[in-house]
């Protein structure tokens, strides 16, 4: 009985709120002569504060229009422009500015969703060793890491010099299917120099062999599992909105697969920085070591000035708003 009546006290509690949201929203059209998305484009700043409450104006508002319009086709954008200003009896000749500010955050809006979907097709695909594009990449990357050593055979031990776990490295992608593989490739590719220093670094010993060998630092991680699995925690970021701030402070127009590559060559960078400051005794502490590291990048993106540090050169191309 008790749940019950808990439970409908919340269920009134916000009916009420929203009741008296909407009582809000009326005072403030009649009193400011603009409506909710007016006075979020002409009083917040561009990029994600203003991106982030257009979407969930829209998403809230009681009318279909607007709630479908955070979905609709990229190519349908400005017909759902005019027909959101002819809707709120918004003249596009006296505000023009307002226009543009709507189709600028509606095409971050969409554009997110429609990275999510990329990015997830890319996830579900699993490696094929019959597909030629496939065995390509993988040659590739090891060209790119390893420029100076040919690979003997496409079976082959070689692969734990890059932190593969054994002779054949499709096995290690079934959790992330190709997206890890195409992560990888780009970051080996884009950003060479500082690809091929990690990869130099996570092949130093434990801490145990560093004290007997008396070296300068312990790493020692497995270069590409590690990039798998920061390749996931891209993914979640992505997935679950955290990356939204981001992404509507760099990307001038829709996000992109290539600004999700970007993203993750930074965490990839800043996550080998962190391992090194963390100074872990040994491989056991990774995700103990992975997980403080997602928190710290969850809490740098709960800033709606946030936009992860385009300071490598994979990332030479992000456009800061």
């Given at each position: 009985?008790k749940?019950?009546?808990r439970?409908l006290i919340?269920v009134c509690l916000?009916?009420y ?7 809000l ?7 400011t002569?603009?409506?909710e998305?007016q006075?979020i484009?002409y ?5 994600a504060?203003?991106t982030m ?8 508002s009681k009318?279909?229009?607007l709630?479908t319009?955070?979905?609709v086709?990229?190519d349908a ?6 027909d959101?200003?002819?809707?709120k009896k ?7 500015q307002l226009?543009?500010s709507l189709?600028?955050?509606?095409l ?5 969703r429609?990275?999510?979907?990329d990015v997830?097709k890319?996830?579900r695909?699993?490696?094929?060793s019959?597909n ?10 090891w ?5 100076n050593t040919?690979?003997?055979?496409r ?7 890059i ?9 290690d992608?079934?959790g992330?299917?190709?997206l890890?593989l195409?992560?990888l490739q780009?970051?080996?590719?884009r ?6 220093q990690?990869?130099?670094d996570?092949?130093k ?9 008396r070296?300068?630092?312990a790493?020692?991680?497995s270069f590409?599992?590690?990039g798998?699995n920061?390749?996931d925690?891209?993914?979640n970021l992505?997935v679950s ?8 402070n760099i990307a ?9 590559q ?5 965490l990839?960078?800043?996550f080998h920085?962190f391992?090194i400051e963390e100074?872990p005794?040994d491989?056991?502490?990774f ?6 590291f997602?928190?710290r ?8 000035d ?8 994979a990332?030479?191309?992000?456009i800061n708003m």
């Open positions: 009985m749940h019950f009546l439970m919340q916000y009916f709120c929203k009741f008296l949201w909407r009582c929203k009326f005072v403030m059209r009649k009193l002569g603009r409506c998305l006075r484009c009083n917040t700043k561009p990029g504060s203003r409450k257009i979407e969930t104006s829209l998403r809230d009318s279909k229009l709630q319009s955070v979905s086709h990229p954008i400005e017909k759902t422009i005019d959101i200003m002819e809707l918004i003249n596009p000749d006296i505000n023009p226009g543009i189709q600028a955050c509606l971050q809006i969409v554009g997110y429609n990275l999510i979907a997830e890319l996830r695909e699993s490696y094929d019959d030629p594009q496939h065995e390509e990449m993988l040659l590739k990357l060209k790119f890491l390893k420029p040919p690979l003997e055979s079976i082959s031990k070689q692969w734990c010099e932190g593969f776990q054994g002779d054949d490295p499709k096995t992608f079934r992330m299917g190709l890890g195409y992560n780009y970051f080996a590719e950003d060479a120099a500082a690809a091929q990690v990869l130099s996570s092949l010993f434990s801490k145990a062999e560093w004290e007997k060998k070296m300068d630092k790493i020692g991680y590409a599992i590690v798998i920061i390749t925690l891209a993914y992505l909105g955290a990356l939204k701030t981001h992404f509507y001038p127009e829709a996000p992109t697969l290539s600004h999700f970007q993203t993750f060559c930074y990839m960078h800043e920085k391992w100074d005794m491989i056991m502490e995700n103990r070591v992975r997980e403080k997602r928190k990048i969850i809490k740098q993106l709960q800033n709606p946030m936009a992860l540090c385009p300071h490598f050169a990332s030479e191309g992000l």
